[in-house]
C-alpha cells in the first residue's frame, strides 16, 4: 500500500512550457486534490475531483488544468508555464467517509 | 473569503516541555478542523482532528481545544521530543465552502534538546 505517490518529485520548466504533474492512489478514495504551498502562505487549493470523471475548481484554478479518467489517478496540467507558478505542488485524497486528507510527498516546480 | 491564520510563525522549547500552537479562523460555519504536521521536504501529515460539536480532543500526547466563541483553536503537545520539531498546520472546514479545506500559514516548530 504506497498511498498517495506524486510524479516526478522535481521539475524546471522554461517559461511558455507545457508539463503534467500525476498523482496517484492506491487507497480507492473518492475525493481527490491539488494544493500549492508557497512561503508564509497555507496550502492553496487549485483544483479537485468528487470522483472518476468529475472536476472542480478551488481556490486559484487559472493556469492550470486537471482530469480524472481513473478513480486512482488525478492530473494536474500546466498549459503555458509562468514564474509565479514556482511552488511545491501538493496531492491529497480522501475516502467519502472521512474528512481527513491523506498527502503525497509534493512536487517541486520552478519555472525560469 | 475564508481567513485561517496562526498567531505565531515560529516556537521554540525545551524537549521535554509542552507546546502550544494557536489557530484562528473567521468563518463561524466551519465546523471541522485538523491539525497537520508537515516534515521538511515530506506532505502534511494528519494529527488529530476535531468537530464543532466538541470543546477537547485527544490523542497520544496531543490535545486540541476549540472555542467556538471567539473562533479559536489549539493544539498542545505533551513532552515535546526532538522529533516534533516541524511546521504546523490547522486546516478548516464546512458545509457552506463545499467541503473544501483551508489551511493556515503554518508554524514553526523547533524543539531544544
Known amino acids: 500500500n504506497a498511498g498517495v505517490t506524486q510524479t516526478p518529485k522535481f521539475r524546471v520548466l522554461k517559461t511558455g512550457q507545457s508539463m503534467t504533474l500525476l498523482c496517484a492512489q492506491d487507497?480507492?478514495?473518492?475525493?481527490m486534490y491539488w494544493y500549492r504551498q508557497d512561503p508564509g502562505m497555507g496550502l492553496r487549493l487549485i483544483h479537485y475531483s468528487v470522483g472518476e470523471g468529475t472536476t472542480a475548481k478551488g481556490e486559484v484554478p487559472d493556469g492550470y488544468n486537471v482530469s480524472r479518467l481513473k478513480k486512482q489517478n488525478f492530473l494536474l496540467g500546466l498549459e503555458s508555464a509562468a514564474p509565479s507558478q514556482t511552488s511545491v505542488y501538493f496531492c491529497?485524497?480522501?475516502?467519502?467517509?472521512?474528512?481527513?486528507?491523506?498527502f503525497g510527498p509534493g512536487t517541486r516546480l520552478t519555472v525560469l | 473569503g475564508e481567513s485561517v491564520g496562526l498567531h505565531l510563525p515560529t516556537l521554540s522549547v525545551q524537549e521535554g516541555d509542552n507546546s502550544i500552537i494557536n489557530c484562528a479562523y473567521s468563518?463561524?460555519?466551519?465546523?471541522?478542523f485538523i491539525w497537520y504536521k508537515q516534515e521538511s521536504g515530506k506532505g502534511p501529515q494528519f494529527i488529530i482532528d476535531i468537530r464543532s460539536n466538541m470543546d477537547k480532543r485527544q490523542g497520544q500526547r496531543v490535545t486540541v481545544l476549540l472555542n467556538k466563541t471567539v473562533k479559536h483553536l489549539s493544539l498542545q503537545i505533551a513532552a515535546t521530543q526532538p522529533g516534533d520539531s516541524a511546521v504546523y498546520f490547522c486546516?478548516?472546514?464546512?458545509?457552506?465552502?463545499?467541503?473544501?479545506?483551508?489551511f493556515g500559514t503554518g508554524t514553526s516548530l523547533t524543539v531544544i534538546p
Open positions: 491529497a485524497s480522501r475516502p467519502i467517509s472521512t474528512d481527513t486528507q491523506y
Open positions: 486546516a478548516e472546514t464546512s458545509l457552506n465552502t463545499g467541503n473544501q479545506f483551508y
Open positions: 487507497m480507492n478514495h473518492e475525493y
Open positions: 468563518n463561524s460555519a466551519s465546523d471541522y
